[in-house]
């Protein structure tokens, strides 16, 4: 038998958004301006939490974290879109759509983590106050931000290097606007069963594990907050929280749907939508989930712009 090559392709064409040739230029504006968002909005939440002693808490830290991990995440896929729409041949080498595979999942995956980390902050601090100080200090947090990496970059290098092996030998079209695992592996001509064995397998137990965290948690939070006696009292506490359940549901329901289920279950039309939720939107619209409804945040922002017009 002729031994293969691990990929026929030197490099892909990606047609994510091909079939709008019309609104090429419209499209590239909308998603710069939501870029622009994402890195002013990430930025200053980050900015803001490093800035204001008040906010050196558990909670913030990992919303920095958070905010930090959100602008690597969009940066991996929304800069080569938008060379994309204004280019006629939409391309990108092998090496760097591996590249960008493991990177987006790192982050992404990432993303996973610190909810379920920050959920678990919550039902410390809500159904264990007397001993959150203790439980949750400076070097546990960094410590479980550290693991948290640690273990989505082996998740991430796993994918990365079965994706490398497969053989694409009809076609280098990718049906994306950038490389994922579910339509490289619809693009393959090689036997993608074990891809797609790890694929449902690993990748459902590290996204449900900081899922289930979650579950967990506001199950006990919930049975904490509902034996609150006054009805301000219950207010306050589920207030904490809504922000970090808003997050979790624009992250979790576009990205369960997308990686839990067989690769031949891959639609462009329906999933690029859904990839543009969970990578563009989700990490757009947190600085905002996240300061909205948060006194402290607001407090920290109306701050630093009175110090800023003071400066000038």
């Not at 909810?115 to 400076?138: K, T």
């Amino acid at each position: 038998m002729e031994k293969r090559n691990q990929s026929s392709a030197t490099e892909f064409l990606l047609l994510g958004f091909s079939s709008h040739l019309d609104q090429q230029t419209l499209l590239f504006f909308v998603f710069l301006t939501m870029y622009t968002i994402i890195l002013l909005g990430n930025l200053t939440i980050f900015f803001i939490i490093r800035i204001d002693p008040r906010l050196h808490t558990p909670m913030y830290f990992f919303l920095s974290i958070l905010a930090c991990v959100d602008i690597c995440f969009t940066s991996m896929t929304l800069p080569k879109l938008l060379v994309d729409l204004m280019s006629v041949i939409k391309t990108i080498s092998f090496s760097a759509c591996i590249t960008q595979l493991h990177f987006f999942l790192s982050f992404g995956n990432m993303d996973s983590f610190l909810l379920g980390i920050m959920g678990f902050d919550r039902y410390m601090a809500i159904c264990h106050p007397l001993h959150y100080a203790r439980v949750m200090r400076q070097r546990v947090c960094i410590l479980l931000v550290v693991c948290a990496w640690v273990i989505v970059s082996l998740h991430s290098s796993i994918h990365s290097v079965l994706a490398s092996k497969l053989y694409y030998c009809d076609s280098n079209e990718i049906h994306h606007y950038f490389c994922d695992l579910p339509p490289l592996l619809k693009l393959s001509c090689s036997d993608t069963t074990i891809n797609e064995l790890v694929l449902f397998t690993e990748t459902t137990v590290i996204l449900l594990t900081p899922l289930l965290c979650i579950l967990i948690s506001y199950g006990r939070i919930t049975s904490v907050i509902l034996k609150i006696k006054t009805s301000d009292g219950r207010k306050k506490a589920f207030s904490t929280c809504v922000s970090h359940l808003t997050s979790t549901i624009l992250f979790y329901g576009p990205v369960l749907f997308t990686y839990i289920r067989p690769s031949s279950a891959y639609s462009l039309d329906n999933d690029i939508g859904i990839s543009v939720m969970y990578s563009m939107v989700t990490s757009m619209l947190n600085p905002f989930v996240y300061s909205i409804r948060n006194n402290d945040v607001k407090d920290a922002f109306r701050k630093l712009r009175a110090n800023m017009q003071g400066h000038q």
